[in-house]
């Protein structure tokens, strides 16, 4: 049996295809992108009813390949640990049976295993890891690609003990048995060596291992993917930080955004940072407190443990450095906390309680006014989130008025390291705050928030199972927004209208009961409930101050809109679209004009996603303009409904002419309601001219059909009247409508290009309408199409 996963996989998917499980064999081809690329919801739809399939069909070769992936997707992107140690102890048990250890994936299942443990606590399961590692290595040869990321993850282990200089002749030692075996070194590997050479402190060589490796790539002909690419500018940033360069490491260091969406950055990119703030080259402010402080929620509610400890320490040292007393207390307190859930604590633990003492010794302000004062005063001045934290803490350790007071002081303080990222430290301080004071609503609904926000799925239950007793509507209320935080949409429903049987005027939640089922595609009921905001929520001018949450606002209208158009209640669209100043056509019946471009973005069968260009035809629908594969569910002609907010934001005022003008709105599809029924065929060959493409459009729209071009003016073809001559060519995409037949598609072709001077090839269609498809073959040898 080959070794060569991509061998075997490749035969897996064309046996699967053949049998006809086409969907199975598309996801073993796509899995591995959408868990390398972080494309987490597109992996989370396909994975379920892969492996399903896979178990169902008895294939456990393709269970171990399927689940191996959704691990890497699981450690590498999504950094969790704990949360995915029992699956990654199990599928390591699976691997190994007599079933699949045959299977050439089996052996990346020991990754995994390797990979998770690090997550938990990396130096905590040194000697676990470096076993199974090592036994895993002996018994595979080097030529294997699986020799290349076991030797990678050994490395690893050796780093996580103190023992980088090991670790560096373990990597080279690897190198030298894989070259010896006719193979390439990867980039990751590569990538690896250099973060050994990081911490042993050789920066300038990291530099230039970094060259000479992405030029190797370049010479083999392989294209450096993007997370490549932003993983070996975070390195170069890192080193030239290290040595002191810091403008260049700036021009390199990706920007915070870059690192909040990949979570694989945030430990490095980290680094750099510190580097680069001790440096005086760049700004230590609130907003890196708050990205820091949201990545160690994270990974403490991923149970990525260690990972999460390391970065709470570099906040903590930053927040020292900012004088932020109360933050760096806040992480202290975490870092405490989570010293439980590590193996080994030494060296840590000490760093734990110097980032204590360090905060403690920083001066606390004094009051600028008396504690029931402060929030009032804090609103009115302005004073930056951190230094009101620092204000908040004192005024509410310091208060000695009535009870309401010190929970005011408390909300305000919540609110404050909510909005710096604390989350968790907002909760426990609302906790704690609810014991003293059971009956306070606006503690209710805070907690609920904070708990929600961090993450705390045993919180949410406990503070609903609280409240159960004496408010049920308050317990289904924290569990509904709980369940759509976590996308559990049915759920979410179940507990709203157990709200609203016994409180039939809530709003709000409606809002969300509605929101919900929308996603489930159950587009009457959202109907009802948004018609039901509009009937119980109050005219603008009756709402008292602080009941705005009870009037209609705008996107309400539009929400209904949206859902009574894929009812095709076509009285209540333009009802509500008149309460919007929305002028129709017609008085009555469907809404279908002409309105403007706009761009529709839909999900590909892959999970990508694709910008469609379309027409607008009413409030909520719009008509898809292109001819689409079989990669999308849509086609020409379809009518969708899309949702009404905005995906991208409009060019801001003063951008350049031309952006303007270019700009369109884009919204998210929402359904399909009248599929317009054409099939695509494909057409390939010699671009036959301006004019000519033109008048064969014209022809083929007269006739119902439609064309879209997908190639560029870089697409060529072989000439085949010049040695090494090439033509510009044209691929493009045939919408045969409903009404006509492949035969008549074919003949009508025929007709249309018969006198151009290079023939076009359509080869499936000529199969299609039972035609001699020997012409269409011939054309593509001729022209190397």
Not at 202 to 225: C, F, K, N, P, Y
Not at 229 to 242: E, K, P, Y
Not at 497 to 515: K, M, V, Y
């Amino acid at each position: 049996m080959s070794t060569d996963i991509w061998a075997w996989v490749h035969d897996a998917h064309q046996q699967l295809a053949e049998a006809g499980h086409r969907r199975l064999a598309d996801a073993i081809y796509e899995l591995p992108g959408h868990a390398n690329e972080g494309r987490n919801e597109q992996l989370d739809a396909v994975y379920p009813e892969a492996v399903a399939a896979a178990r169902a069909l008895g294939l456990p070769w393709v269970e171990v390949y399927l689940r191996h992936w959704r691990m890497q997707n699981l450690l590498n992107r999504r950094h969790q640990g704990e949360q995915a140690l029992p699956e990654a102890v199990d599928l390591l048990e699976f691997a190994h049976r007599e079933e699949t250890a045959g299977c050439p994936q089996s052996v990346c299942v020991v990754q995994d295993f390797a990979i998770c443990h690090a997550r938990v606590d990396g130096p905590g399961y040194v000697p676990e890891r470096l076993a199974v590692l090592s036994e895993t290595l002996e018994r595979i040869e080097p030529a294997r690609a699986c020799f290349d990321c076991l030797s990678r993850e050994y490395s690893d282990a050796l780093e996580d003990d103190g023992r980088p200089a090991e670790a560096l002749a373990h990597l080279d030692t690897a190198a030298a048995r894989i070259q010896a075996a006719g193979e390439q070194l990867s980039l990751h590997f590569h990538h690896s060596r250099a973060g050994t050479l990081h911490l042993l402190g050789r920066h300038e060589e990291v530099l230039a291992l970094l060259d000479t490796a992405e030029q190797a790539e370049r010479v083999r002909g392989r294209e450096i993917d993007e997370s490549d690419r932003r993983w070996g500018a975070l390195l170069r940033a890192r080193a030239l930080a290290s040595l002191g360069r810091t403008e260049e490491a700036l021009a390199l260091l990706p920007d915070l955004a870059e690192a909040d969406r990949h979570a694989d950055l945030r430990a490095a990119w980290t680094t750099t940072v510190e580097l680069l703030v001790a440096a005086g080259a760049r700004e230590n402010d609130a907003e890196l407190g708050a990205a820091l402080a949201g990545w160690v929620g994270y990974l403490d509610g991923t149970g990525s443990h260690r990972p999460c400890v390391d970065l709470l320490l570099a906040a903590g040292r930053l927040a020292l450095a900012r004088g932020a007393r109360t933050i760096a207390l806040t992480l202290a307190t975490t870092g405490e906390r989570k010293l439980a859930d590590l193996r080994r604590t030494e060296g840590v633990a000490e760093q734990v309680a110097a980032l204590r003492a360090a905060a403690e010794a920083l001066p606390a302000p004094e009051l600028p006014v008396p504690p029931a004062e402060l929030p009032a005063y804090l609103a009115e001045t302005g004073v930056p989130f951190e230094a009101g934290a620092d204000l908040l803490a004192v005024a509410l350790d310091r208060y000695r008025g009535e009870q309401a007071g010190a929970t005011v002081l408390a909300l305000n303080l919540a609110g404050v390291l909510g909005g710096l990222g604390h989350a968790r430290a907002a909760a426990d301080l609302l906790w704690a705050r609810l014991d003293a004071d059971p009956g306070n609503e606006e503690l209710v609904g805070m907690l609920g928030g904070a708990l929600i926000e961090a993450g705390d799925a045993e919180g949410v239950g406990r503070l609903a199972d609280r409240l159960a007793p004496g408010s049920p509507s308050d317990a289904h209320w924290v569990r509904a927004r709980w369940a759509a935080a976590q996308a559990r949409w049915a759920e979410a429903v179940e507990h709203c209208e157990a709200i609203l049987a016994e409180h039939p005027d809530r709003i709000n939640t409606r809002r969300l009961a509605a929101g919900a089922a929308t996603e489930l595609g159950d587009h009457a009921r959202a109907q009802r409930f948004y018609q039901e905001v509009l009937v119980h929520a109050l005219p603008p001018e009756e709402a008292a101050e602080g009941e705005a949450h009870r009037t209609v606002r705008e996107p309400d209208l539009w929400h209904l809109i949206t859902s009574a158009t894929a009812n095709r209640d076509w009285a209540v669209v333009r009802s509500t679209g008149a309460r919007l100043g929305i002028e129709f056509d017609e008085p009555e019946g469907p809404v279908d004009e002409e309105w403007q471009l706009v761009t529709v973005r839909a999900t590909r069968t892959n999970g990508a996603t694709a910008d469609l260009p379309a027409v607008r035809t009413g409030p909520a629908t719009a008509r898809i303009l292109p001819v689409l594969g079989d990669d999308l569910t849509l086609n020409h002609g379809d009518v969708v409904v899309f949702a009404p907010a905005l995906l991208e934001e409009p060019p801001a005022e003063g951008a350049p002419e031309e952006e303007r003008r270019r700009w369109r709105p884009v919204f998210g599809l929402l359904t399909l309601l009248d599929p317009a029924g054409y099939t695509t065929y494909w057409i390939d060959g010699a671009w036959p001219g301006d004019d000519a493409w033109a008048e064969l459009r014209e022809e083929l729209g007269r006739a119902g059909y439609a064309v879209w071009a997908y190639s560029g003016e870089q697409y060529s073809i072989t000439d085949p009247a010049e040695e090494d001559g090439f033509l510009p060519g044209v691929y493009a995409a045939l919408g045969v409508p409903p009404t006509a037949s492949a035969a008549e598609a074919d003949a009508l072709l025929h007709r249309l290009t018969g006198s151009w001077t290079h023939p076009l090839a359509w080869s499936d269609l000529a199969e299609a309408a039972g035609a001699d498809t020997a012409r269409h073959k011939e054309i593509v040898e001729r022209y190397g199409l």
